[in-house]
Each structure stands twice: as C-alpha cells, then as structure tokens.
RNA sequence: GUGGGUGUAGCUCAGUUGGUUAGAGCGUCUGGUUGUGGCCCAGAAGGCCGUGGGUUCAAGUCCCAUCAUUCACCCCA
C-alpha cells in the first residue's frame, strides 16, 4: 500500500469542517482589521530563504526541501512565509505604491524535521505582515489578532508572552557584556551551550541543562540594556496591550536568531498541546526588507500553525462539530423509477437544495435509513399510485409528518 | 540527527505461564412480509496478527533485524 509521506497528512472530509470553520475565521478577523491577502508560489529560489531566514539557523542549514530543477535551479519549497511575502512585495512594487502594506496569509509550509504531536512536515501557518511603518502600533495590533482568533476560538490556557530584542546596535553591545560575564565560566557550561556561545548566544537563557540555568540565573538581561528608542517602544507595546486587555508575561528569553529582527516579539503558547506548544510567533523585523533587496523598509508579522491550533482545540472540547444536514433525500418506491428521480433531484439541487438520492436499487426501508444517516431534513418519496395522479409523499423527519404533494412544484426552475 | 513507546478487522482495542478453526464494541451491508428512518433484534462481509529471519513438537504471544507509526530532545508555528 501506497502511503502518504512521513509527517504529512490527509485532512480527510470529518476533518474539513474544523478547517473551513478557522479559515473562515481567519478571513473575516483580518477583514476587519482591513488587512489583504495575499498569495504566493509554493516554492521558491533557494537563496530567498538563504538570505531571509539565515544560513545559520536550523530551518535552512537542515530542514528545508530543497532540489534542483531541470533548468539546474536550486528550488525549495517555502518553510515559511515572511520572505516569500517580501519577495512579492519588492518584486511588484507594493511598497512604492503605498506607504503600509497590511498583508495576511494562510498557506502550506515545508519543513523535513522529526514529526510529533503538533509538528509535521508539511503544515498549515495563516499570518500577518504588516510592511512599511515602525509604530509600535502595529506590534500591538498583531499580537491582537492573534489573541482575537484563538479567544473567539474558544481556546482557554493561552500565554502571550512579549520580549524586545531592541536595535542591533545595542543588542551587540549587551552581547559583549554577556560574553565578559561568562568569559570565566564557559568551561562549566554544558558543550550545546559553548556552541551556541558564538552562534547564538542569547538562546543559553533558554537551557534546560541546571548547571546552565544555574549560571545564566545571574546574567545581565537584554532588557536592562536596551537603548533609549527601544525601551519607549516596548513600553508602548505593553501599554497597548493593556488598552486592550490582553494580559502578558514579559519573557526575557524569547529571541530570534538573526541580526534583522528587532525590538518585539511574541509568542502565544497553549497548555492543551503537547510539548510544541507555541501556536503562534512573530515579531518586528524592521531590517528584513532591505536585507532581501528592498528598500529600507520596516515591518512586522507573525504567523500561527493551523494544525497546532486545531489540536489545540481538539483536546479542549471547542469547535462544536455541527453534523451538516441536507435538505431532501429522495426515496424512489418503484426501481423503475430512477429516471424521474434524477430529474427532480436536479430541479431541487438547482434550487440550491443539497439533495441525495439512491444510487443502487435499494428497498426503500434502506434509502429511509441512508436518510436518516445524512440528516435529512425532509424525504421526498416518488412512486406508486401518488405518482400516477402526478403527485409524491413529502416527510417531515423530525416530526415525521407526512403529506401529499404534486411532483410539479418541485419541477419549477 | 539522538532516545523511548506502539504495530491484531475500516476505527478503538481484548487475546492468560507459547497450545486446536484469532475475538469484542463501533462502523459498513442485508433482513425483521406489500411503500417508511432513528431504538431494538437477527445475520453477513471484513484479518499473511506490519515485514523478514530465528528458537520450539507448537509463535499473535519469546529473540533478532527491518519498516511504519507515535512521543520527547534539538528547533520551531
């Protein structure tokens, strides 16, 4: 047996309305908020990802899907969204044409990591890029929607935790400080984290070994060191989010990898997943522009895993699964029959009923049963003697009243 | 890439210290007298017990390998 790949799955139709139901969700949320979707390729050049992520962080030094084409080249398909969304943005212009471009997505992403609970290979993300202005408006507004859709959810145990990573230049000048504080200890770190001392050293505060937790216990704090500007926009951030009443924790150890991201970011985690439990991230990203090719553009986004979310959902007991019911089943008395029903079936269907029929010669006891499994609002029966006159037994399930009716109102367009 | 768990019917799972034709519930299909659903009752279909090797008189059960899957680490959404 042919099966799907390792990490990918199939959203099989019980599963459809939970995804439509978000989508949709997803949609109107950020309608209000007068943000435009926006689409784009599956995959992308190689070196699009190289330079928008980083050749250095996990994501592209080990888990993307990457071949080389029958013109030699180098494709990957998208692990994330944010470059390919400023890809798109310098490459039409949208930054020329208006000063902010308030873009949302909802798209398939590709990353060849281990699966487990709440992690696939190809996964869902819906997102939010907000190019063109620094306000630490929108870094609130973000994190708003963000709440928004997973409160209007349902979803309860939900975490917003916030953290600024400040300017490069300052975040530079506290990295030496933390380095001088542990210039005599680094022989007691544990090996992963004297290799992440040069590759990326704010992640130490984020070791699980004690003995490093221990010694990163009394290290200076990024935030202590933040340079006037970022101080007043993280605070602005905070104060935000007060107004509208979303409650969070400052973080310390929340960080991104690379040198374009600045002052906020976030994340939103949720106790009813299993160990990955960050529905969504993001964060300003004020150099990311300009560092793909643009101009010297700011901006800010996040995304949200979909199958997280979902899963999420799934353990708390939210997203009542309302059974889809359909307006006729018509039952056909005499085998003969077959042709009329289809007619009927498909004046009705162009009525913009949902209408089923038989499609096997059963008896009529099992198209009555087949009725019922499809919640059946009503069942037309089409047959005998009634149908000489010109005329059909409608049944009202729920009641199980039933009447006769001519077989010609149901034939007008 | 590293470590642990699990593979028996479409699904969820039983299967005793190895011992005859491998079971249940749910689901599917059929029937319970003319043309009427749900509840109930009866019946049927559906299994190379993940795959390959080994131990044994005998393996779903024990051992090894392999594949799949799952959880966790790393990292991320």
Known sequence: MIKAIAGTKDILPVDIQKWTFLENLVHRILTNFNYKEIRTPVFEETKLFKRGIGEATDIVSKEMYTFIDRSETSITLKPEMTASVVRALIEHSLDKQQQLNKLYYLAPMFRQERPQAGRFRQFHQFGVEAIGSTSPILDAENIVIAYMILSELGLKNLTLKINSLGIPSSREKYKDLLRNYLSDRVNELSEESQNRLNTNILRLFDSKNERDQAIMKDAPVLLDHLDEESLRHFNDVKELLSKADIPYEVDPRLVRGLDYYTHTTFEILSESVGAQSALCGGGRYDLLVKEIGGRDVPGVGFAAGIERILLACENEG?????KNMIDYYIVRLDKELDKEVFEI?????????????????????????????????????????????????????????????????????
């Open 318 to 322: 939210v997203l009542p699964d309302n």
């Open 345 to 413: 079936a498909t004046k009705l269907r162009d009525d913009n009923k949902t209408v089923e029929v038989d499609y096997s010669q059963r008896s009529v006891k099992a198209q009555m049963r087949e009725a019922n499994k499809f919640g059946a609002v009503k069942v037309l029966m089409v047959g005998g003697e009634e149908f000489e006159r010109g005329k059909a037994v409608l049944k009202e399930m729920n009641t199980g009243e039933q009447k006769e009716v001519e077989i010609s109102d149901f034939m007008k367009s």
